[in-house]
């Protein structure tokens, strides 16, 4: 069996702070550490369970997070940025999904780094008329493929709304509950590691005992883009596939997932590119 393990930044415990989540700032190597452990812990026990293979994609900014030497041997880690497919790259062919240090949707209050892939350029974006997550975005392309998420770890802020609402099967591990944007109560790292361990075979039992499916989206697939400003849904209106509703929303649609998916990445390069001469 292969599992396939997601993992972001922002939803991790003790991560609250600017400063955690960039290569150069002061506190991004104990953001590196703990998303290390977190991943191992749970790529350790899935092994466990009977994963030959662990496929995990290193999800968050530049996409070099995870210390590569601390991966047992049947972990292939999947870094690097730009890619195809983003979040959930190396994914295909697995037969579960775990998302780990998930963060809650653009405009949920009381979480931590709330946004929606891109905190830079995009308000908001929404499939079929709702408001995803990265969550359930990743999902429903995971979905598509045929690959169900068995488990999310992150911000209860998410838990308690997109995987509750949209994913009502799969296991939520809360690895914080926040206060506000930068700030939040987490458990000890030896308390994180009994959680994960719990979930982790919680997951992969009702896995078993088929309870937790693909999830599918109606197609074609709807999508819809706010922009934080009118400039980036001008580069946006540039796409002959793309229409303009408003000064800084824009929607498409297409037949799948992954093309929409593809779409989104190449908004949101279009829309970093007018950020970065403009400002």
């Known amino acids: 069996m292969r599992a396939f393990i997601s993992l972001d930044l922002e939803g991790l415990p003790h991560v609250v702070s600017p400063e ?3 290569v150069k700032k002061a506190l991004y190597g104990e953001a590196r550490k703990i998303a ?6 749970t790529a350790m026990t899935l092994h466990e369970l009977g994963f030959e293979e662990v496929v995990v994609a290193d999800s968050h900014g530049p996409m070099v997070n995870i210390i ?9 880690l999947v870094r690097g940025f730009p890619r195809p497919m983003s979040m959930v790259a190396g994914s295909k062919g697995s037969d579960v ?9 653009s405009g949920v209050g009381r979480a931590t780094f709330d946004h929606t892939y891109s905190g830079s350029t995009i308000d908001w974006i929404t499939v079929n008329g709702r408001p995803v997550s990265e ?21 209860r802020a998410l838990l308690e709304s997109d995987v509750r609402d949209a994913l009502p099967k799969t296991v939520g591990v809360p690895l914080k509950e926040s206060f506000s944007r930068y700030s939040a109560i987490s458990p000890s790292m030896e308390a994180i590691n009994k959680l994960l361990i719990k979930g982790t075979k919680e997951a992969v039992k009702r896995w078993k005992e088929g309870a937790i499916k693909p999830l599918s989206v109606e197609k074609p697939v709807k999508v819809g883009v706010r922009f934080l400003n009118s400039g980036f849904a001008d580069a946006a209106e540039l796409c002959p596939l793309v229409r303009r509703i408003d000064g ?3 929607e498409f649609e297409t037949n799948s997932v992954e093309e929409a998916y593809k779409m989104i990445e190449l908004l949101i390069f279009a829309a970093t590119g007018v950020r970065a001469v403009f400002g």
């Open 248 to 250: 800084k929303t824009v």
């Open 20 to 22: 955690h989540l960039s």
């Open 97 to 105: 999904a775990l998302f780990l240090g998930y963060h809650a949707r």
């Open 135 to 155: 969550t359930l975005l990743n999902a429903y392309l995971l979905g598509e493929w045929g690959v169900p998420v068995i488990l999310v770890a992150g911000d």
């Open 68 to 76: 590569p030497e601390e991966m047992p041997g049947f972990v292939k």
């Open 36 to 41: 290390t452990e977190v991943v191992k812990i």
